[in-house]
T-cell receptor, first 113, second 113 residues
Framework: KAGVTQTPRYLIKTRGQQVTLSCSPISGHRSVSWYQQTPGQGLQFLFEYFSETQRNKGNFPGRFSGRQFSNSRSEMNVSTLELGDSALYLC????????????FGDGTRLSIL | AQSVTQPDIHITVSEGASLELRCNYS??????LFWYVQSPGQGLQLLLK??????LVQGIKGFEAEFKRSQSSFNLRKPSVHWSDAAEYFC???????????FGTGTRLQVFP
């Protein structure tokens, strides 16, 4: 069974640009969660999608958004990038709840210049 | 809302020594508890989980954890550490159902030969 796939693995952007990250969950998993990981803050929960609906949301500004498609694939978008958005963005999938074992992708490393 | 604390940012042990990583949580009811491990450049992998029942849970790679309600703790242990255990370890707590998962800030484990 293929694991969680995140693309791209690395991204370099400049301030003010916008970026879209993609996540393909494990087949059959309908819950997809996104996390931001930075050295000082650890893993911060961004949002969770289930059946194309945002079910949970963390404390991030509106510049961070996401969506989920009918095949459970998910994207997250960050607009008007800031230097502080530099981080590893991790996607995790589980069958139907974040409180079940989550399977993580290897992440997208986003660097803002 | 639930929260989780990992008091130790960095721990160093010798290969073959025993290990205990601390995790304290805050939640009014019985939480869903997890330990994940992250190797450099990779996503997180589930080590073990506790939902209910026996308070001593066994996981992969020889790890175990004990849920102590009276101390609001879920410490991770391993009797004999191997060099390959060097990684970052994250404790996570969930409220169950479809609620989001909250991660601690992590403990980095260094193993000396």
């Amino acid at each position: 069974k293929a694991g969680v796939t995140q693309t791209p693995r690395y991204l370099i952007k400049t301030r003010g640009q916008q970026v879209t990250l993609s996540c393909s969950p494990i087949s059959g998993h309908r819950s997809v969660s996104w996390y931001q990981q930075t050295p000082g803050q650890g893993l911060q929960f961004l949002f969770e999608y289930f059946s194309e609906t945002q079910r949970n949301k963390g404390n991030f500004p509106g510049r961070f958004s996401g969506r989920q498609f009918s095949n459970s694939r998910s994207e997250m978008n960050v607009s008007t990038l800031e230097l502080g958005d530099s981080a590893l963005y991790l996607c995790a999938s589980s069958f139907d709840s974040p409180n079940q074992p989550q399977h993580f992708g290897d992440g997208t490393r986003l660097s803002i210049l | 809302a639930q929260s989780v604390t990992q008091p130790d940012i960095h721990i160093t042990v010798s290969e073959g020594a025993s290990l205990e990583l601390r995790c304290n949580y805050s939640y009014g009811a019985t939480p869903y508890l997890f330990w994940y491990v992250q190797s450099p450049g990779q996503g997180l992998q589930l080590l073990l989980k506790y939902f209910s029942g026996d308070t001593l849970v066994q996981g992969i790679k020889g790890f175990e954890a004990e849920f102590k309600r009276s101390q609001s703790s879920f410490n991770l242990r391993k009797p004999s550490v191997h060099w390959s255990d060097a990684a970052e370890y994250f404790c996570a707590v969930g409220a169950g159902n479809t609620d989001k998962l909250i991660f601690g800030t992590g403990t980095r484990l260094q193993v000396f030969p």
